[in-house]
């Protein structure tokens, strides 16, 4: 997965992971929402980067956050299992986080793809985004969780 590129000169790492979900916002306010935080990457970490709300498709959304400065890169390995996603929808975030990490996080892919989105982050301030706007309901929840473990500071924004 291609992770985006930041200039090389030596400096300080980012520390920072944020959440949000687009549950309620428009891209514009997701984009405000994410420059005030200063924010440099939005990792998108659904499986189907798909949405029926205008400019939240992964090309809409993409193409927006670039023409606003902002990195954009689509992390569907470490999205939700279609099981998960239903079990979200029904409001059991504890069944939902019980099929993330057996079926996505605690395989040797979903460790690659952690390692992956951890070096992002390392590179940039770095936003993970889904659709519930309620992160304990969702499995961003999860990821920010496994990345404070590694001593990321995560700050949820809610636009």
């Known amino acids: 997965m291609p992770v985006p590129q930041r200039e090389s000169r030596p400096g300080p790492v980012s520390n920072l992971l944020f959440t949000i979900g687009y549950e309620g916002l428009d891209p514009e306010r997701l984009t405000d929402a994410l420059k005030s935080a200063g924010v440099a990457v939005l990792a998108d970490v659904r499986a189907v980067a798909n949405s029926r709300k205008r400019g939240f498709s992964k090309g809409a959304l993409g193409t927006g956050l670039v023409e606003a400065g ?23 975030a504890v069944l939902m986080r019980k099929i993330y990490c057996e079926e996505v996080l605690d395989t040797a892919a979903g460790g690659v793809a952690l390692d992956e989105l951890a070096a992002m982050a390392k590179a940039a301030p770095t936003c993970l985004l889904c ?29």
């Open 131 to 159: 659709f519930e706007r309620d992160p304990a309901r969702c499995h961003r929840r999860v990821l920010a969780e496994r990345l404070a473990d590694r001593g990321f500071s995560v700050t949820d924004l809610f636009g």
């Open 70 to 92: 902002l990195g954009y890169a689509h992390l569907r390995s470490l999205g939700t299992p279609k099981s998960g996603r239903e079990a979200a929808r029904a409001d059991d």
